[in-house]
């Protein structure tokens, strides 16, 4: 008997569409999102987490629920489709959840609503930053940066520090097809740092 000759798997799965989802309580989540297609099949949906896989499940089900996360946290969730010699798609749009605080804890201290645009002007990439600031109940006279999981500057406002949405400019000396991780931190108004944002992917292009 002459066994078949499995089929040549040469595309990677599309992209899966329209990520959603809704934080169940202060630990869990539930993630939901439009089937990919592939050349030969899609074996699998991988779940990331701040691009770290968390979870997997059969390509049969577009739906997750994930536990175990941390009560009055932001999270930044995409989907990725695998198939059966192992290429993977291009990332789902981004999600944003933000857990319930447990009863009793005080209310996240993130920014929200983070915004990235990369432009080049003079042969320099620059990245602009916009986000809502959290409500401490007092002024926040600074934030941390970090890129790539490492603190990139502390952004210390020149005068008096703006209310409502704030926005920041930051030089990049490095060449196009470098990727960054973004999010950041407010200074507390008892000299504290809260929580971080969620993570936003940056990568610069001609």
Sequence with gaps: TTRATPPKDDEPPTTP?????????????????????????????????????????????????????????VYTFTVRARDASDKSSADSNTLDLTTASAPGAPASTAPTGLRTEVAKEGGL???????DQP???????AYELYMNGKLTTTVVWGGTPPKGRATYRLDLPDPAGTRYSVKLRAKLPDGKWGDFSAQRTVVLTD
């Design 17 to 73: 569409a329209q990520l959603t989802g809704r934080a169940d309580g202060s630990r869990g989540a539930t993630l939901t999102w439009g089937a990919a297609k592939d050349d030969v099949g899609v074996t699998s949906y991988d779940i990331y987490q701040e691009g770290s896989r968390i979870h997997s499940v059969p390509a049969s089900e577009t739906t997750a629920k994930l536990t175990g996360l941390r009560p009055g946290t």
């Design 135 to 141: 409500d401490t109940g007092g002024t926040i006279p």
């Design 125 to 131: 990439f620059t990245l602009d930053l916009s986000w």
